[in-house]
């Protein structure tokens, strides 16, 4: 059997992407690598971190302590290689790294540095001896979410764009997920997209598995919020969705934080979905926002064997992304 590994399941290192000088991030650098930082950190402390970087001499100099880490000098676009880094697929023990078609968001942003990451890594020997297949597929990392067991959830709005393979038809991906990902069953979601997120509904700034039966999802509770009536319909279709032992999935509810706006008066999209599970902690992003301790008590519950790590993410939604985008899981 072949199948995408749970996030929870264990992992050889995390892969991060840091902003540079020719990134968006160029008009506020030095506080833009603030969370990337602090992200690196909380990560290394258990587990290796391998940092793609424009000048590793420079980017280790901005740690008190470099153990775990591993810093690999590779020209970049953007930071967010969730959508870029390789998946770990899973067949007989042994692990193939998949390297699908990275397109910008649909052509929204150049990509071209970004999708030869992998390829980069894979021949500095930085992936060890795994097969790196490449393949002619737009798919990013964050636009899945994996039970570890065949389960494949996903949104219509962003798999099914014309932005991304031509706008292909629900059956014709689902043909694809099966054979690249060795998926079982793909879950849909039609509904649920925040605002100021660029990636067409990525599911992991909405839903994301925490258990093969439980699924935290993004709430909205506020009937005047923008959100509010595209996040309801979201639920009803959630209560819909079985696990495949066709039981209901327990649902659990992340709090929406307050609106946040950008310099420009944009709302941010802010979300508590967007949290890196690694091998002992639960990685969190905060928006010094009054739900910031709710969730850390649900993380609490939800993750008793693993320690809870809030980081300060409200630098990272000013580009669109977050927490989880800005990482991305090599499985052993």
Not at 5 to 33: G, V, Y
Not at 51 to 62: G, M, N, T
Request: aromatic share 10%; with cysteine; glycine share 6%.
């Amino acid at each position: 059997m072949k199948v995408i590994p749970a996030e929870w399941e264990k992992q050889r290192c995390i892969l991060m992407s840091f902003p540079h000088e020719e990134t968006d991030w160029a008009d506020s650098l030095n506080e833009a690598l603030s969370p990337f930082i602090r992200i690196a950190q909380a990560i290394a402390y258990k587990q290796a971190v391998y940092i793609v970087c424009k000048d590793k001499k420079r980017i280790a100099s901005l740690f008190c302590s470099t153990r775990n880490m591993t810093f690999i000098e590779i020209a970049t676009n953007d930071t967010w290689i969730r959508d870029y880094g390789c998946l770990s697929l899973r067949e007989n023990n042994h692990i193939t790294l998949l390297d699908f078609t990275f397109d910008g968001w649909g052509g929204k942003f150049e990509s071209a540095l970004d999708n030869r990451v992998n390829q980069h890594l894979h021949t500095k020997g930085y992936l060890g001896t795994n097969t790196l297949e490449s393949i002619d597929f737009v798919l990013e990392g964050g636009s899945i979410e994996s039970d570890g067991q065949g389960t494949i959830l996903t949104t219509t709005q962003c798999l099914c764009n014309p932005n991304r393979n031509g706008g292909l038809s629900k059956t014709d991906i689902e043909i694809k997920l099966k054979k690249y990902l060795g998926a079982k069953r793909i879950l849909w979601l039609d509904n649920g997209c925040l605002i100021g997120d660029d990636t067409d509904a990525h599911i992991d700034t909405l839903v994301r598995f925490v258990k093969q039966d439980t699924l935290v999802y993004v709430s909205c509770d506020n009937p005047k919020d923008a959100h509010y009536n595209d996040l309801q319909k979201m639920l009803t279709q959630l209560k819909t969705f079985t696990t495949l032992e066709g039981k209901p999935y327990k649902l659990i509810a992340l709090p929406m934080t307050e609106a946040i706006y950008n310099t420009k008066k944009q709302r941010l999209p802010a979300t508590y979905a967007n949290f890196l599970i690694t091998n002992e902690a639960l990685i969190y992003p905060t928006y010094s926002d009054k739900h910031d301790k709710i969730v850390h008590k649900i993380f609490e519950a939800l993750f008793p064997h693993r320690e809870i790590i809030p980081v300060n993410c409200l630098k990272l939604i000013e580009q669109g992304g977050s927490l989880h985008c800005s990482t991305m899981q090599i499985a052993y």
